[in-house]
């Protein structure tokens, strides 16, 4: 048989079949169902990706790319700081002073973290930070908070608010918390609710002089790096007589993201069912197909017509709906990609989520997973009805239809 003839039998099986046309409709919808399985799985898993990416810049921001912590007494000071400029020139360094605090404006309270920086060390590793304070110049006891305490304490700027720290002071019979008044500068936003709402700033003089902290020690230093992952590696080695330890961003937040990929995956497989659901439209409507065409495939067999060339009919047949479903759904993918890149159709709230609009990023790998999953799919839905379609007694056939 011919290739000729291969081609017009399988054109005459995809055209509308008038006499059975429930085998065309299931044609149909495996056809849109594929479709709409791989538009749903593009912009999905680009959705995704997006989010999961806004969220690591942003973390990664406030939580540093790398820091160092001391496991000794006194081990993370002035001599370390010097050693590792020394060492690692194309690091930027910032060191700090942190702990907790109850900061109050009248009768309004708000508690949180507050962390002692050199403000021109800081605002090179910490762009947030540096919006916030622009170039005004930071006394001793200014202030910088997350909008979230300015907005909770109503402060304006130059506001003279009171800060109690977990320290306790002696105070006759009795121990009050110490106690300081700073000056409101001015108020940061990260994008993210948990740290807008609990994150402040002062000088590190004014946290080493209320801790009572000697001016060369210091509670940690925040790295940034361009490669956090290979620096972490020669931090270590660096560090390993040192007393101190070292702790990437992705560490820090491990469980969230590991959380993260979970669902990606879950949503990945969820949605692939979507295909595989539509895909079992193809083997309906070819088994169908090959039921309702009996008589014609007795008749090409007996004409000389091998299985394999059947078999082939058959599977061209599937391969064209299911190949033609997956190219129509990579091309409404990227229109709605397009689309919800491009204009504002979903708005998030950007308190919630820290963006009002909708992250988007596709990865290559999700792509080509896609493709494949799909592609694998519907050539396995397409080869049982192929397979079937060459087991007809030609005798028995002919003899009785």
């Known amino acids: ?87 690692y020139p194309k690091l930027k360094f910032s060191p700090f002073v942190s702990t907790q605090a109850i900061v109050q404006n009248g009768d309004n309270m708000s508690g949180g ?25 930071i006394n001793k006891f200014d202030l910088i908070t997350g909008i979230g305490i ?51 700033y002062t000088t590190i003089e004014a946290l080493q002089t209320l801790l009572q902290k000697e001016p060369n020690v210091y509670d940690g230093i925040h790295i940034l790096s361009d490669d ?65 065409r009996r008589k014609e495939i007795a008749l090409l067999l007996s004409m000389g017509a091998s299985s394999k060339e059947i078999k082939s009919i058959f599977l061209r047949v599937g391969t064209i709906i299911g190949f033609g479903g997956i190219i129509l759904g990579i091309i409404l993918g990227f229109f709605g990609y397009f689309l919800l890149d491009t204009f504002d159709i979903v708005s998030l709230p950007a308190d919630v989520y820290g963006s009002a609009k909708l992250p988007l990023d596709l990865a290559l790998s999700d792509f080509i997973s896609i493709i494949v999953g799909a592609v694998i799919i519907v050539l396995l839905s397409s080869y049982y009805p192929a397979s079937r379609a060459t087991r007809i007694d030609v005798i028995d056939v002919l003899r009785n239809e």
């Open 228 to 292: 956090a992952f290979t620096d972490i590696e020669k931090l270590r080695v660096t560090l390993k007589e040192d007393g101190v330890g070292v702790v990437g961003w992705w560490q820090q937040n491990g469980n969230f993201f590991a959380a993260m990929k979970m669902e990606k995956t879950a949503l990945f497989i969820v949605l692939m069912l979507i295909i595989l659901v539509a895909s079992l439209n193809i083997i309906s409507s070819l088994l169908m197909t090959v039921m309702s």
């Open 1 to 87: 048989m011919n290739k000729t003839l291969v081609n017009f039998i399988v054109k005459k099986y995809l055209r509308f079949d008038k006499k059975n046309p429930f085998i065309s409709i299931s044609a149909i919808l495996a056809f849109v169902g594929v479709a709409i399985g791989v538009m749903v799985l593009i912009l999905s898993m680009a959705i995704m990706n997006g989010t999961a990416k806004e969220f690591e810049r942003k973390l990664f921001t406030m939580n540093y790319p790398l820091t160092i912590y001391p496991k000794m007494a006194n081990s993370v000071n002035e001599e370390l700081l010097n050693k590792l400029i020394k060492e």
């Open 150 to 200: 300015s907005d909770k304490l109503l402060l304006a700027y130059d506001s003279k608010v009171t800060l109690y720290f977990t320290e306790l002071n002696p105070a006759g019979f009795s121990l009050m918390p110490k106690m300081k008044r700073f000056n409101y500068l001015s108020s940061f936003r990260s994008g993210l609710n948990a740290y807008d709402k609990a994150y402040m």
């Open 113 to 137: 973290m507050i962390f002692g920086v050199i403000p021109q060390n800081e605002a090179e590793i910490n762009p947030i930070y540096k919006e916030a304070v622009k170039d005004q110049l």
